[in-house]
């Protein structure tokens, strides 16, 4: 994909600000090398995408389904965790619009993973403001609910955290621990970088906007090298 003008296309939606549309693939680290007073970073529409992908998922999971709450959180849980919002964005060629900045570029699998992820979110609060919430849903149900028959299909809804547990207890008959490594970014934007320990022994690390999702993703990377023991 080229330009916005291709995005438009393929998500089928024509934008009537197309500068929100290119503030969505906007980094903060972009500005950061490339000022620009007429453009601003992301991170706003992220904040706002992220509650609208929230309440459409949970409405259609509410309207569609009878099952408890607790089960209803963690299918919502799984089909908007960073993993998941990051493979539908490079399903839909997020990648190649990305405003990023040089070291960005260069960055880890699992900082880019990050990047898109909050870039979807970002997307669904610009055709949000632009279009109103019946279009951002549309686009959210088409995106992103196909995913539920997969996660269903494969029980991925249950959250990494208590596999990893379960495997560790199992396997070494102790629990496991999370600690904060790293904490950056302003209180609207956290980033936190944390690991999983077991008896002192990181066995995974992970990344996110929120303490519990990087200790989500810290726990796959450490069920990933469990099972290769």
Known sequence: MNNIKDLQEKIKITFNDEQLLQQAFTHRSYLNENSDPNLDNNERLEFLGDAVLELVVTEYLYTHYSNPEGELTNWR????CGV?????????EFGSLLRLSKGEQQGSKRARQNILADCFEAVTGAIYLDQGFEIAGKFILENVIPELDN????????DSKS????????KMGV???YRVLEESGPDHAK?????AYVENKIYGQGEGASKQEAQQSAATEGLDKLKSL
């Not at 990051?86 to 399903?91: D, G, M, R, V, Y």
């Not at 596999?163 to 199992?170: D, L, M, N, S, Y």
């Open 77 to 80: 849980a799984a089909l908007v």
């Open 84 to 92: 998941k919002l990051s493979e539908i964005a490079q399903k839909l």
């Open 151 to 158: 996660i269903l299909e494969e029980k991925t809804f249950r």
């Open 163 to 170: 596999k990893f547990q379960e495997a560790v207890q199992e």
């Open 175 to 177: 629990t496991p621990e």
């Open 191 to 195: 980033h936190f970088v944390v690991g």
